[in-house]
């Protein structure tokens, strides 16, 4: 065990030998951390938390009381194999969230970006992949596989499906369920999940200039109006439109996915 000097730990708090407790780390009454766990320097660890398996969370995080942040996935293929979860710097993991290790099937770890904010009851399942910036949502479930991109928002009471990706700067409302892959910057609402339009938002709150947010406007509409399949739409994006953002909607469309996509209803 591996303890920092300028640690404080609260003497109720359970430490399995091996852990290592980084700079400056503050470990609550009757908190858990487990043998392969390696908290960084000023991680907030609160009363009652759990944080096991091989896991590593970054600086200046914190998990609220009763977060079970690293026991092993969900999966009944899971046969005790030696699985990693990491989690990024300053992030927040609120009371009673859930985050999983992965599995060899899957890749073997679950990563959660920097910043994110994973607030009440909300599930991170093994092998998922999330991004920067991520906020989920109370109570929102977050499957096996599943990828978000940097500066998604999921609502509360949301589920998305294993293996879906979705793209970066994405929202979803609340007390949806989405099955299907959804474009980077797309706006996603209902209880089964339409696209309906693009996050524009969180697009301005971002500070995007407003040429680009008109290009993606007219990309927008070459996806729900254009001839063709979807994926030969997307084709014509990137021979139409100089755009960044726009070539970053048509090449996560042209990129191998596991899932079908959410298409556009129109444009908004």
Not at 127 to 154: C, E, K, P, T, Y
Not at 175 to 183: C, E, G, L, S
Not at 213 to 241: C, K, M, N
Request: glycine share 14%; aromatic share 4%.
């Amino acid at each position: 065990m591996k303890v920092h000097g300028t640690a404080v730990i609260h003497p109720s708090a359970c430490i399995e030998e091996g852990a290592t407790i980084g700079a400056e780390c503050t470990v609550g009454p009757f908190a858990v951390i487990g043998p392969e766990v390696t908290l960084g320097a000023r991680v907030l660890v609160k009363s009652h938390a759990v944080v096991t398996g091989w896991t590593e969370v970054g600086d200046d995080s914190t998990i609220w009381p009763f977060a079970t942040v690293g026991e092993v996935p969900q999966d009944l293929k899971f046969k005790g194999e030696r699985t990693r979860l990491t989690i990024g710097a300053r992030c927040r993991i609120r009371e009673g969230a859930t985050l999983n290790t992965g599995t060899t099937g899957g890749g073997g770890i679950t990563r959660v970006g920097d910043d994110c904010l994973i607030m009440t009851g909300a599930h991170v399942g093994h092998d998922a992949q999330i991004g920067n910036r991520v906020i989920l949502v109370n109570n929102v479930a977050i499957a096996g596989h599943v990828s978000l991109g940097d500066d998604v928002i999921v609502g509360g009471l949301s589920g998305i499906h294993q293996w879906v990706r979705v793209g970066h700067g994405a929202i979803i409302g609340a007390v949806t369920m989405v099955t299907n892959d959804v474009i980077p910057y797309g706006l996603v609402q209902a209880p089964r999940g339409e696209l309906d339009g693009l996050n524009l938002v969180g697009l301005k709150r971002r500070g995007v200039e407003r040429a680009e947010i008109t290009a993606l406007r007219a990309a927008y509409q070459t996806l729900a109006q254009g001839e063709g399949a979807f994926q030969d739409r997307a084709r014509r994006l990137t021979e139409d439109s100089d755009s960044p953002l726009v070539r970053e909607i048509a090449d996560f469309i042209l990129a191998a996915s596991d899932r079908n996509f959410l298409t556009p209803k129109g444009p908004k």
